[in-house]
């Protein structure tokens, strides 16, 4: 996904195991975050907010980085890593307002199948918003050159200037 959002060429077999190592390193932290999360408790959450910004912000700094073989730059890649830390960690922090009852809900309704759905609607959610996230940075970098090269270019129409 992230070679079609920055239009680059990729090989596809050495990308299959660069993307298990990429699995394995977001098993391994989403774990360290669950004990992480289960030890601090609700009186953590001064130390977990800074910790899970920086943290989440360098894995989705990598997370690019690493899956393009370092063709992109880290700052074209930072409002797309700083976006995805804000709402996977701002949906994770509000989750306990509306999944429990979610979960409790469906599964009064519908049973255990309930449960399962109401789980993979959730990831369904999440998975949604790393992909927006993904998408941003390129489509912002486009945007800051187009306006880059309206203002250098003299006489040239405004950015949604019509002719």
Known sequence: MY?????????????????????FVLSGLLGLFIVLA??????????????????????????P????????????LLPGALL??????????????F????????????????VVVALLAWGFILTTITMACADFSPVWAERRERERDATESPGAPEPGASA
């Open 38 to 63: 289960g030890r601090l408790g609700n009186t953590g959450l001064a130390v977990a907010v800074p910790v899970w910004l920086v943290g989440s912000t360098a894995f989705w700094l990598w997370t």
């Open 3 to 23: 070679a079609r959002a920055w239009r680059i060429q990729i090989r596809t077999l050495s990308d299959q195991g660069r993307f298990t190592v990429w699995f």
């Open 84 to 97: 995805a830390s804000l709402l996977i960690g701002g949906a994770t922090a509000t989750s306990p307002f």
């Open 99 to 114: 999944l429990g009852p979610w979960l409790n809900s469906d599964g009064k309704h519908f049973g255990s199948f309930g």
């Open 65 to 76: 980085r690493y899956l393009l073989h370092g063709k992109i730059g880290l700052r074209l």
